[in-house]
């Protein structure tokens, strides 16, 4: 079998249910807060197998406000949009904090105004 039957079996293959690359093991959501107060959550794939450094799938920011989460940026690598990322890190953000993430519906995106669509959906 040549380099491009095998390159053409790969294309074949289907897609696994996880999204992300390596070990579904070693991905990892992760917060801090910076001096303002405000909550930034990084997706990461870590990809020690590799001998490589964690890779980032996406992040968000997030404002704590009247009691209300309201984000402020969020951002997946688009080769890995809707495939649950936003969700999980807005998710985390709601499990850390306590609060509801809220929909502000301003200045969104196609790909914002679809994730919210099917968040609500969902609740």
């Given at each position: 079998?040549?380099?491009?039957?095998?390159?053409?079996?790969?294309?074949?293959?289907?897609?696994?249910?996880?999204?992300?690359?390596?070990n579904?093991e070693?991905?990892?959501l992760?917060?801090?807060?910076?001096?303002?107060?405000?909550?930034?959550?990084?997706?990461?794939?870590?990809?020690?197998?590799?001998?490589?450094?964690?890779?980032?799938?996406g992040?968000?920011?997030?404002?704590?406000?009247?009691?209300?989460?309201?984000?402020?940026?969020?951002?997946?690598?688009?080769?890995?949009?809707r495939?649950?990322i936003?969700?999980?890190?807005?998710?985390?953000?709601?499990?850390?904090?306590?609060?509801?993430?809220?929909?502000?519906?301003?200045?969104?995106?196609?790909?914002a105004?679809?994730?919210?669509?099917?968040?609500?959906?969902?609740?």
């Amino acid at each position: 079998m040549g380099a491009f039957d095998i390159a053409w079996t790969v294309l074949k293959m289907p897609k696994p249910d996880f999204p992300y690359y390596g070990n579904p093991e070693e991905f990892s959501l992760q917060h801090e807060y910076d001096k303002n107060g405000n909550l930034h959550v990084a997706a990461l794939q870590g990809l020690s197998a590799y001998g490589q450094s964690p890779m980032k799938y996406g992040y968000a920011q997030f404002m704590v406000d009247d009691g209300k989460l309201i984000p402020l940026a969020a951002y997946t690598n688009p080769n890995f949009r809707r495939g649950g990322i936003a969700t999980d890190m807005y998710n985390h953000a709601e499990k850390i904090t306590g609060l509801a993430v809220q929909n502000t519906d301003f200045m969104q995106s196609d790909d914002a105004r679809s994730f919210w669509a099917n968040r609500e959906g969902q609740q």
